[in-house]
């Protein structure tokens, strides 16, 4: 994500840079962290835990295509229920392919998140 979104000039926030990825609950503490010391300074935030992604659209775009779903937060979605496939039985059916969320991507107003958070 790194290359894609210095290629279209977006500067971005690396969360845990340079530190030992410690599982799920750590991506969660290190997005609680940068809530807390810079939620006040943004409208949204877009998270994706980045090693398989890549930005092709202008901030505009995604802005627009997020402000479509008329929610404060969208979550993506995958077919398999990771890392708890044993869980997937429990889970609400859906309509859709991608029934399970998805933590490696999504995006929300800050107000929202933070309240999410708490």
């Known amino acids: 994500v790194e290359r894609s979104a210095r290629e279209i000039g977006y500067d971005l926030l690396v969360a845990g840079e340079g530190e030992f990825f410690h599982g799920y609950g750590w991506k969660l503490q290190?997005?609680?962290?940068?809530?807390?010391?810079r939620g006040a300074q943004y409208d949204l935030l877009l998270f994706t835990d980045s090693?398989?992604?890549?930005?092709?659209?202008?901030?505009?775009?995604?802005?627009?295509k997020f402000?479509?779903?008329?929610?404060?937060?969208?979550?993506?979605?995958?077919?398999?229920?990771?890392?708890?496939?044993?869980?997937?039985d429990e889970l609400p059916q859906s309509d859709g392919r991608y029934r399970f969320l998805n933590s490696g991507g999504y995006m929300a107003e800050v107000p929202y998140l933070a309240h999410v958070y708490n």
Do not use: T
């Open 67 to 88: 402000r479509s779903f008329k929610h404060p937060m969208v979550v993506s979605g995958e077919v398999n229920c990771w890392p708890n496939p044993h869980l997937a």
């Open 51 to 64: 090693f398989d992604s890549y930005i092709f659209g202008s901030m505009d775009e995604i802005v627009e």
């Open 30 to 37: 290190k997005v609680a962290q940068v809530l807390a010391e």
